[in-house]
């Protein structure tokens, strides 16, 4: 086995102390700059492997050997494998694939796993050229300066995995106010990074406002409620969006996408009974969430701004809707995204509670954006634009999809305060999803990604022809 090609790091010692061949590091962090550049200056070998966790690992039999051999024909300047899992609780480990790193894949919670190996000269050249002293970034700004990310798809070791929350639970981690700190430099690492590779976007927007501003609509606005098998939740979201307040006319467009619960005959029923209801039953029946959007923004009665509402959802009060429409004016944009707070199903706050996306700010969300898993909640559209840009018919990632097709050219207002109720019951699509579930989701989102950031680039670099 060539261990000799292989400098082991691992994050923290608890003391300092020298031995044969080894350069312990105490009290060191791998998010701290000062620690790469330790590191780089210690390894004498041509690979480096790094551990992110303190807890025990398990090498899988010439898995060492392995990750040198797929680095030498590939010439990787990073590597990174799928794993086995111990939950601690039982003695059979569970298979935990990664997906590929792609162009996109700038999330700084990307699953790469904790073993991570890297050529010594690409790792030399990349913490070389680091300028900013950071404390919790520097291995995401490591990475994301990797040109060549391997990912071999055989599983090499074993880890033993503490965090043994729900997927619906772990996926609000970023936005939980006690990471705001790191959080803020995470936003730094992603924005150097978009500057680097040209497709980073100044605060200069379009005037929404040129985009059918003029057209004609039934009612000012609608609230769109796409749903599919909710017979217990659905008769609650179309009372909370009926109860609306408004100066103005609205309806509530009700997408029933082939229900087989019941929930068909409930909205049949609430429909006789007040005309601002629009009850669809769609045509097709490939809908997606997505795909349920854009049947109901082209409906000949939706309003000029559409608002979302979830079928599992309610409104935080009956000013929500008029607060919404109001911020289409007064921010001229054309997307509105408000505040939410996780609850359970009686509206009993849950954590991590108000979920506020205050890291988007005028000047850096549309790049930010870029990072982060999500744009938050309730989200609104300018109906003219929505209707000549489409929504991508799946029913994961469309709203970001949009959101980030939107942001590229137009702004996105925010509300920060709560105007939304979001409810968390075992029945919700992402409350426990297995790890084939959350990669196919997390791949697609990448993929959004990739397709805006190239956008970008390239719409950056007509622009400098242009100039």
């Given at each position: 086995m060539p261990t000799d090609d292989i400098s082991a790091t691992v994050e923290a010692f608890s003391r300092s102390e020298s031995f044969f061949g080894v350069t312990v590091l105490s009290d060191v962090s791998l998010g701290c700059t000062q620690t790469l550049r330790s590191i780089a200056e210690s390894t004498s070998q041509k690979y480096i492997l790094l551990y992110t966790k303190d807890m025990l690992l398990q090498m899988g039999l010439c898995s060492l050997d392995r990750f040198v051999a797929v680095a030498e024909d590939t010439g990787a300047d990073m590597l990174y494998s799928d794993r086995y899992e111990l939950d601690g609780l039982s003695d059979a480990p569970v298979r935990h694939p990664a997906i590929d790193c792609q162009k996109g894949a700038l999330r700084d919670d990307f699953d790469f796993g904790p073993v991570l190996v890297f050529r010594t000269s690409s790792f030399r050249k990349a913490v070389g050229a680091m300028t900013e002293d950071y404390t919790?970034?520097?291995?995401?700004?490591?990475?994301?300066?990797?040109?060549?990310?391997?990912?071999?798809?055989?599983?090499?070791?074993?880890?033993?995995?503490?965090?043994?929350?729900?997927?619906?639970?772990?996926?609000?981690?970023?936005?939980?106010?006690?990471?705001?700190?790191?959080?803020?430099?995470?936003?730094?690492?992603?924005?150097?990074?978009?500057?680097?590779?040209?497709?980073?976007?100044?605060?200069?927007?379009?005037?929404?406002?040129?985009c059918g501003e003029d057209e004609a609509f039934p009612v000012t606005a609608s609230v769109i409620i796409p749903v599919y098998n909710r017979a217990g939740t659905i008769v609650d979201a179309v009372a909370s969006a009926l109860s609306q307040e408004c100066d103005f006319p609205f309806n509530v467009i009700v997408v029933d996408n082939h229900s087989t619960d019941g929930t068909t005959e409930l909205l049949a029923g609430l429909a006789g009974k007040d005309d601002r209801i629009v009850h669809i039953i769609p045509e097709y029946n490939d809908l997606g969430i997505g795909g349920c959007w854009n049947i109901a923004v082209n409906h000949h009665l939706c309003g000029k701004y559409a608002v979302q509402l979830d079928s599992d959802d309610v409104y935080s009060g009956n000013d929500a809707l008029s607060r919404i429409v109001e911020a289409f004016g007064e921010q001229n944009c054309a997307m509105v995204v408000g505040t939410y707070m996780m609850t359970d199903f009686s509206l009993k706050p849950t954590p991590p509670g108000v979920?506020?996306?205050?890291?988007?700010?005028?000047?850096?969300?549309?790049?930010?954006?870029?990072?982060?898993?999500?744009?938050?909640?309730?989200?609104?559209?300018?109906?003219?634009?929505?209707?000549?840009?489409?929504?991508?018919?799946?029913?994961?990632?469309?709203?970001?999809a949009i959101g980030l097709r939107i942001s590229r050219e137009y702004r996105i207002g925010r509300i920060y305060d709560v105007v939304y109720f979001c409810r968390r019951w075992s029945g919700n699509s992402d409350a426990a999803l297995d790890i084939s579930r959350i990669n196919a989701n997390n791949l697609y989102k990448d993929r959004v990604r990739t397709w805006e950031l190239e956008a970008r680039v390239r719409m950056q670099k007509r622009r400098t022809r242009k100039a």
């Open positions: 919790f970034g520097a291995l995401y700004d490591l990475r994301l300066r990797m040109r060549n990310i391997v990912h071999i798809n055989e599983f090499l070791y074993t880890e033993i995995e503490t965090d043994r929350r729900l997927s619906g639970v772990r996926q609000f981690d970023y936005v939980d106010p006690k990471n705001r700190e790191v959080q803020i430099e995470m936003e730094k690492v992603c924005t150097e990074h978009l500057k680097r590779i040209g497709a980073y976007l100044e605060p200069e927007f379009k005037d929404v406002r040129n979920i506020d996306h205050k890291e988007w700010t005028e000047d850096n969300g549309r790049n930010n954006a870029l990072r982060i898993n999500g744009l938050g909640a309730p989200r609104a559209f300018f109906v003219p634009l929505l209707r000549s840009l489409g929504l991508p018919n799946t029913s994961y990632g469309e709203d970001y």
